[in-house]
């Protein structure tokens, strides 16, 4: 395969992801006032975001597994008609058990993500595995971006048409399906297969036991706990930022959600651009050092801010953290990991990512509510800081291919 055709391929992974993201995105600021207009409560709400975490947990190794075996394009092209369905029901959600529903759904599918990731460790090679990775964050970070901006806009859009109640969130989920249904219409006809050799063992193992495998192997299982920690660190500041902007700042949802925006920048920014230009020179080692340390640092700062301008250096240097060093974890675990298995083995990974979002929301909540509103950014940079200590116990056992190949070494 030629790197031109790579490339292309590349660009081809990273448009799909980046659309199922923008979608992803678009029902964020649906989901709380949908609920709320179905009379639902705050905790309910809450687990109406957790359950799509949860099901990305429990299916991402299985939807990575099951990619091992009958490859990568059509687990991702079946999980986006999926996905388009789960929207179509979500559209026509009246009542809450019908939104949790959608919402399984969506998550079940959207497990498939692994799959993108083992595909981006199938078509690059070691040394620019690390680089690969990146893309897809970068690929996350501007569907964040863009989705709930366009979410929100949809939803005015749909309440000028009709302004009968549910019609405006109905119209932009009718509107997410259409983009699902569109970037399967764009992978049926430009998305190649990846995988070169299946395997046949893959489909043998049970979720959880190939779970317990891949933690329970050196460096690799201390890599995936340093991607649960950074987790469940970054979805603690996520739950309780806007609480603790408004208090102290008196800043609105308006307000943080151009700050969410301005994380998300720096992160595409970090991982389309800067990562790629620091891994040949530094390799994945100092890379993933120097990004722990500035996300441990970027969340710590959050709780001693006094000010406006403190704060944007803590969101400048927790983003660069965070898109240094997911790009750095997830290439070398690809990298140790066997070429057979890479589906398993980025499904393991991205159900310990889920595993933090879920637990971390409650955690950063209880913190804030119960002990104090600075508690939960102190103890999410403490459990940056515990991933950095990980990483710099195996600091020798981490792959150097973005550097050593690219010097020739």
Request: glycine fraction near 10%.
């Amino acid at each position: 395969m030629t790197s031109t055709s790579n490339k292309s391929r590349l660009a081809i992974i990273f448009f799909t992801v980046f659309l199922y993201l923008v979608g992803f995105g678009v029902v964020i600021p649906i989901i709380p006032l949908l609920s709320r207009n179905f009379g639902a409560t705050a905790l309910q709400t809450g687990l109406l975001l957790s359950v799509y975490s949860l099901m990305q947990f429990l299916f991402s190794p299985f939807w990575g597994r099951l990619s091992d075996r009958v490859g990568r394009r059509p687990i991702l092209l079946f999980c986006l008609v999926g996905e388009a369905i789960s929207y179509i029901i979500f559209a026509q959600a009246r009542t809450l058990e019908w939104l949790f529903i959608a919402r399984i759904l969506a998550g079940f599918f959207g497990a498939s993500l692994s799959t993108a990731s083992a595909y981006i460790s199938d078509i690059t090679p070691k040394h620019e595995r690390s680089k690969g990775m990146a893309l897809i964050g970068a690929a996350f970070g501007l569907g964040f971006v863009f989705g709930p901006a366009l979410g929100g806009g949809l939803a005015v859009w749909g309440h000028a048409i009709n302004a009968e109640p549910h019609f405006d969130t109905s119209f932009a989920a009718y509107w997410v399906a259409g983009l699902c249904l569109a970037n399967f219409l764009f992978g049926l006809k430009f998305l190649t297969e990846s995988l070169t050799e299946k395997s046949e063992s893959a489909e043998k193992k049970k979720r959880f036991s190939v779970m317990w495998h891949y933690l329970n192997v050196k460096t690799v299982g201390t890599l995936m706990s340093v991607f649960l920690l950074t987790s469940l660190a970054m979805s603690s500041m996520e739950a309780t930022l806007i609480l603790f902007m408004g208090e102290k700042f008196g800043w609105d949802i308006k307000q943080v959600s151009f700050g969410f925006a301005y994380i998300g920048i720096i992160i595409v920014f970090t991982q389309g651009f800067l990562v790629r230009r620091l891994l040949p020179k530094w390799g994945e080692r100092k890379v993933l050092r120097l990004g722990l340390a500035l996300f441990a640092a970027g969340l710590t700062c959050i709780a001693v801010s006094v000010n406006i301008p403190m704060m944007a250096l803590a969101m400048t240097l927790l983003s660069l953290g965070n898109g240094l060093s997911n790009p750095s974890i997830l290439g070398s675990i690809s990298l140790l990991s066997d070429s057979k298995e890479q589906g398993a083995a980025m499904g393991v990974t991205q159900s310990m990512a889920s595993l933090g979002r879920i637990i971390g929301p409650a955690i950063g909540g209880a913190l804030y509510g119960y002990v104090a509103m600075t508690a939960p950014f102190w103890v999410s940079g403490l459990l940056a800081a515990a991933g950095l200590a990980l990483v710099i116990n195996i600091y020798n056992h981490i792959p150097e291919h973005g550097r050593a190949e690219q010097n020739g070494v």
